[in-house]
């Protein structure tokens, strides 16, 4: 399997611009989670996701952010407008649930280094 | 809610010379402990867990952590560090009830030296 596959590995963009970081689970996996990491707070978690379904967004700092999941193997985090506070490593990770329950094993991805300027 | 701390945020060791980093969680029940790493430029790896059973658990490349329950510690330790051993390490903590995810510390950031 290829792992967690995250784009772009990299985004340069402007304060205000509509910003979209994709991610894509590894085959199987029901549970899928968006991180955020900076040298302040360290990893912080977003969202997740199980079975497409978003489970929990409390880490959702504002409304500016937003994280969709269609389908099994994709899901969107989007930010808009973007400010320079939002600058971090953005991963994703999934994991496989077991009989219904959370795995706590997680996968992550590359990451996705944003910088808004 | 649970929360972890780990101690120190920068360890600068040489090689051979042995490892320990610290990790405290606060919860009050039982639960699930981690270690996670993240080489220079690459994705976070589990290190080694801790679920149930045998409070020391080995994990890979020579990895090893103790569960201490009644000081609420997972210490990481390792005999004697490699350079390739330089990344930045994270413990992690959740309760053992299947519907919770885990709380990650800030990291320890490892620099080992040849």
């Known amino acids: 399997d290829a792992g967690v596959i995250q784009s772009p590995r990299h985004e340069v963009t402007e304060m205000g611009q509509e910003v979209t970081l994709r991610c894509k689970p590894i085959?199987?996996?029901?549970?899928l989670f968006w991180y955020r990491q900076t040298m302040m707070r360290g990893l912080e978690l977003l969202i997740y996701?199980?079975?497409?379904?978003?489970?929990?967004d409390s880490g959702m700092p504002e409304d500016r952010f937003s994280a969709k999941m269609p389908n099994a193997s994709f899901s969107t985090l989007k930010i808009q407008p973007s400010e320079p506070r939002d600058s971090a490593v953005y991963f994703c990770a999934s994991s496989l649930g077991t009989s219904g329950r959370m795995s706590y094993e997680q996968y992550f991805g590359p990451g996705t280094r944003l910088t808004v300027t | 809610a649970q929360s972890v701390s780990q101690h120190n945020h920068h360890v600068i060791l040489s090689e051979a010379a042995s490892l320990e980093l610290g990790c405290n969680y606060s919860y009050g029940g039982t639960v699930n402990l981690f270690w996670y790493v993240q080489y220079p430029g690459q994705h976070l790896q589990l290190l080694l867990k801790?679920?149930?059973?045998?409070?020391l658990v080995k994990g890979i490349k020579g990895f090893e952590a103790e569960f201490i329950k009644s000081k609420f510690s997972f210490n990481l330790r390792k005999p004697s560090v490699q350079w390739s051993d330089t990344a930045e390490y994270f413990c992690?903590?959740?309760?053992?009830?299947?519907?919770?995810?885990?709380?990650f510390g800030k990291g320890t950031m490892l620099l080992v030296s040849p």
């Open positions: 996701f199980n079975n497409n379904v978003p489970i929990d």
């Open positions: 085959s199987g996996h029901d549970y």
């Open positions: 992690a903590v959740t309760p053992n009830s299947g519907y919770s995810t885990l709380t």
């Open positions: 801790y679920f149930s059973g045998d409070p």
